[in-house]
């Protein structure tokens, strides 16, 4: 019960890592409230985290959705303890792709990918950051990924915004810290949820050659430790990027 009592917000929480993180949280005794796009499995998920939890439909994209389910949230509970901003997308190509000289395609879905994995962990952390200043405590923690250290082919759009989901975690470590609230990163590498199952086989066997442990990541292994920092274990952890990776930013 290490966070027993403590309201998080968990932003993609329907599925994938948001959703077990979310499972593992009220778990721990946590009171969850997730948002998501997908309604039929957010509220699936919502059945399964117990009587103090919610689920609000919510595009992270739109400040004023954002804004309304954070107060909605907040006036519920009298509190926010914990942000969790996972949600996130990709839209993978390369930025231009030639063939025996010729153009054959070229990186188009840049925007949406900026606006849900960057702008959306912004309309977040500012729409929750004024109710922990005031409760003089809070834990910010933000999905980046190893991808956003080392780059990666075809992902131009998404290592951009995992980039820059790492350099806003520093610049809100150095802001908040004196209120009491602590900001920090999760470095995911490749984990095997609902969206890298439907890869083909031969790129996971490529994963997981490309990964020193020989392995994909489970959620569970990410949600952990999301669980670790938003602890009270954690208290002295501030403006990190931690890496569950499998050790491959290591072996890169």
Known sequence: MRLKDKV?????????????????????????????????SGWSVAQQLGREASFYKVDVTRREAVQGWIDQVATRYSRVDILINNAGITRDAQLVKFKEGQLVGQMAETDLVVAVNLKGVFNCTQ???????????GVILNASSVVGIYGNFGQTNYVATKAG???????????????????NAVAPGFILTEMTA????????????RTPLARLGDP???????????SDEASFVH????SVDGGIVMGT
């Open 8 to 40: 998080a917000v968990i932003t993609g929480g329907a599925a994938g890592i948001g959703k077990v993180t979310a499972l593992t949280f009220a778990r721990e005794g946590a009171k969850v409230n997730i948002c998501d796009v997908d309604e039929e």
């Open 127 to 137: 729409a929750v950051v004024p109710y922990m200043i005031r409760q003089g405590s």
């Open 165 to 183: 989901v790492i350099g806003m975690t520093r610049v809100w470590a150095r802001e908040l810290g004196r209120y009491g609230i602590r900001v």
């Open 198 to 209: 439907k890869m083909p086989e031969n790129v996971l066997r490529t994963m997981k050659e």
């Open 220 to 230: 569970q292994d990410v949600a952990n430790a999301y669980l670790w920092l938003a």
């Open 239 to 242: 403006g990190a990027v931690i």
